[in-house]
Structure formats: C-alpha cells, structure tokens
C-alpha cells in the first residue's frame, strides 16, 4: 500500500519506501538541455526544492551510480540514451544551508565549518592519492578537522571541485541548497555584512570562472541581488517564481493533483483542495498547488492551514507588523479578496526593505516567499497581486491580530472575541477599547485611511471565528456595500452587520452623532438584506466609531426579529 511520507526529503528514501511520490524528474532533461553553468532557482519554502536537488544528486553523482534503478520507471529514462548516460558520470559536490539560523556571526560560522566538514568527510578518500600534493592534503585535514581560518573555507567548494576534477577527470556537479537561509537569518540578527562577505567569498570562488565546474545548482527563497551577494557572477541564471523555466517543477500541477486525489480515494474533495492550496502562478501562467500542504491533506483528510505553520516566518511577520500606512491599506484589501499592485524587483536588497515607506519591496518579498501571486500586468510596469488561496488567506488574517500582539493585552484579544460571540456589546466596547489605548499608535491618516485601519484590525481579530461565521467584508448586500457581515453557520445564532466610521468634526459634533450616521446608513441601504436571505434571523447592527485610540460601539436598539 502507498504511503504518505511527509516531510521526507531524501529521494531515494521516497522512493525505496513506496511513498507517494510525483515524477519531477523531467527537471533532470532541462538541467541539461539549458545551456546554463550556474542556475539559481527560487522558490517558496516547502515546495520540493530540498528533495529536487536529491533527486539531481542521485542521478548525476558517481557516487549514486549504482542507483540507477530508481530512474527506470521515471520519465527522465524515457527520454533515452543521450540523457541516460549522465546517470552516475559526475563527481557531485551536496551541500545544504537550511539549517544556518543562529544569532550571531561566530555560531553560524561554526556551522559552516561542520557543514563543510561534513562534505570533505565524504570524500576522504582524496588523502589516499597522489594527485593531491602535500600541502593540498594538509589543507584538506584542516578543514575536515574544522581547524582552517576562514578564508580558506571561503576557497573550501572551489578546492573540493578542483581534487575531485582531477582524480576523476571529469567535471564536478555542485549543488547548494537553502542558501539564503543564513542570509536571512544574518539580516534579523545584525550580523548581515559578516555573514555577506563569508557567502561572498564562499560562492565567488566556486561558481564564478570554476572551470572544474560542470554545472552548479543554487536553491532559495530569494533572490539577493547581484551586487549583495552574487558579484561579478556573469555566468548566473536566475529562475524565480516570475521566470517561465523549471515552473511546473516545484509544486504540483493540476493534472498531478487529480492523479493524487484518485489514488487515495478523495476525487470528490477536488474542490476542496482547489480553494485552499492551489492558486500560485509561477513563470508564465503554470498554476501549481502547494506541495507540502496537499500532501498533508491526503493524509489527514482535512483541509487546514498546513503550510503557515511550518517553518520560520520572522522575516514575514517583520514586515506585516511594521508595514507603512499605505502598505497595511493594500493589505486589508488583500484580505478582502482584492488585487493590489506593486512594483516588483527582480532581486532583494535586503537593506532597502527598512527603507521607510517603500511598501513595493515588502510586496516583493511577499511575492517570491508565496504570500502572493502575480496575476497579470497592471499600470506604469506593476504587477497585479493577489492572495493565492484559502490556506494563505488565514495567514493574512493572522498577522492583522499579530501586528498588535504583545504588551500584555493577547488575552484581551479573546476577551473581545468571546464578548463577541454572546452579544456582550458594552464589554466588547471597553476591551476594543482597552486594545486601542494600549497597542495602537496615533493616527497620523486622514479619515478614510484611519477607517480602513480599524476596519482590517478588527476584520483579522473577527477570523478567528471563520470555524463558527460566514466572514465577509465589503460586499454588496440590499443598496450597498457593507464593512463587515457575519453569518452563524447556525441559524439559531447571532448574524452581525457592522459599519466604521471615523469622528470628522466637519460632519459630526461627537462619536454619539458618528455612530447614529453609521446605524442609519446601515437602515437605508439595507445591510442586513444577505443575513435574512440566508434565514439568519436574528440580527445586530453595529456602528464602530473612533477618534484616534478612543472607541466607541453602538448597537442599533434591541436584536432585531422578524
């Protein structure tokens, strides 16, 4: 019986241990067919990078040669002869990043000297040949007894390369993958210039005029700019989530999805999966699903938000908490299902993301981290972007509360949300209130931005309740267009048709005159037209009015019955 083996990133291990397994292994044919020495490929985390590169390792290294059976079947083998003989004919050089995540400097480069130690450790036969002069061999134990100065482990990939190339007389493979993720971990902890020059170095030697090289397959994220990080690496080729080659390599297809759900018996929960994990576009309109977040749901068979609590977000969650007013207006029309547009980068500066007011470079790297996806070509050279689907809609959602999380009013957060939930407004009105005082900055927007402020706050704080509420939010019901509608997917429960509205002394004396403003245009555009469609009957009409931190909430009379 085929099983699911999440999280399993070795290939040959998938394979050997009949796990569920999608053959990306027409990856290898492109590898080869573009003429390309050094390709950079990016992607989002969890989307089969790591277990892509096994797959390489496994078919082009010497080393795996005799591992060749685990290709027969695959579609790679189909292809013939002309791809067949690199199975097993280069000397391969595998090397992953993905665990560098320390908090300073002199503990990451302990880490790379037992990464690379590691590497040299697999190749010791080395020290046995000729071909290595003395001092070659002495360098070779140093760094394999993680006792060589740094820069010599800067030099340590371009060496390896060069033993390898002459003992075996044929060029050398190298794969690097998750090679930003101690770039980024440098960049949160202070330490980015240090952990630049070591990577640098590192990669200028071995990728850069190599001519030990046969290819070299890099792996991330993101793609840090040239001039940070790649410089005078003229023979790069970058693949990023924008760029149209390897792009149905990393995720899964649609067609690769169908396949799936029928072999574990879940064809009708096609749908299902299509709203919650599908949606991202990669190069030039392949639309995939996330890889790690189906697998999840053919295991357990519910459809939940795998993907958003894996790994290490903090880069992401930086950005979300201290994203400029205009960035956290576009977000709240993300998080109503709406397009935004930036102006994307084709590579990150790091240091340009704390640049105070550039939201199109957050936008960037959400794009690239698979917060969002480009669906097509807006204004002036932007993109159109929008959130992919269900499961990363819920992160957004998050984040809203998560900009305010702290300062010891979290529990006040679930004070408001269960005052909610009983129709308690007057307590729901002293913890908004409380949260306001206590987390939100004055407002320095004018009033429709400060509107849509508390507007998104208020939406994000509301999803917790998604499990137990319809949620929507500005959409049209009865002569208009509401804030937010909630509908029990109980009948027997409360329905909520809510409206902000900033105090503006031009057009009201105090928030009592702005709250009666809200209520009556709740009335005369019928807001509550959706609820009673949907047999919800009884109701609340609530005007949340502000100045700046003070809140105010009114309910209009009682709870209206039909």
Known sequence: MMKLGVGISNFKKMLESNNFYVDKSLLIKDLIDFNDEVTLITRPRRFGKTLNLHMLRYFFSLEHKEDAPLFHKLKIWQEGAEYQEHQGRYPTIFITFKEIKEKSFDRALRRFKGHLADVYLRFDYLLSSPVLAPEEKSLFEAIKAEKATPDKYQESLY????????????????????????????????????????????????????????KGVVTGITRIAKENLFSGLNNLRVYSVLDHGYSSYFGLTEPEVKSALVTFNLEDRLDTVRDWYNGYVFGQGTEVYNPWSVVNFLSAKLAEPYWGNTSDNALIKKYAQYMPAAG????????????????????????????????????????????????????????????????????????????????????????????????EIKRMEVFLGRIALETFSSFDTGRHQAESFYHAFVLGLLMQLRDRYWIDSNKQSGYGRYDIMMAPKSNHGLGYVIEFKAFDPDFNPDLEAAAAEALQQIEDRKYETELRRRGISRIKKLAIVFKGQLVKIVEAGAVAKT
């Open 328 to 423: 956290k207006l576009q977000l709240e029309s993300l998080i109503r299902g709406e397009e935004i547009e930036a102006r994307i980068e084709k590579h990150l500066v790091y240091s340009d993301l704390d640049q105070n007011g550039n939201v199109d470079r957050v936008w960037t790297l959400f794009l690239i981290s698979g917060y969002l996806k480009c669906t097509g070509e807006g204004e002036q050279g932007r993109l159109k972007l929008k959130v992919p689907n269900k499961e990363v809609m819920s992160i957004y959602e998050s984040m809203v509360v998560e900009w305010f999380a702290g300062g010891g009013v979290s529990e006040v957060f679930q004070d408001f949300i269960n005052a909610f939930e009983i129709g």
């Open 159 to 214: 060496k390896l390369s060069d033993y390898l190339h002459r003992f075996h007389k044929t060029k050398v493979l190298l794969l690097i993958d998750e090679y930003d993720t101690p770039m980024q971990a440098s960049f949160l902890n202070g330490y980015w210039d240090e952990m630049a020059d070591m990577i640098r170095g590192l990669f200028g030697a071995a990728l850069k005029d190599n001519s030990h090289l046969y």
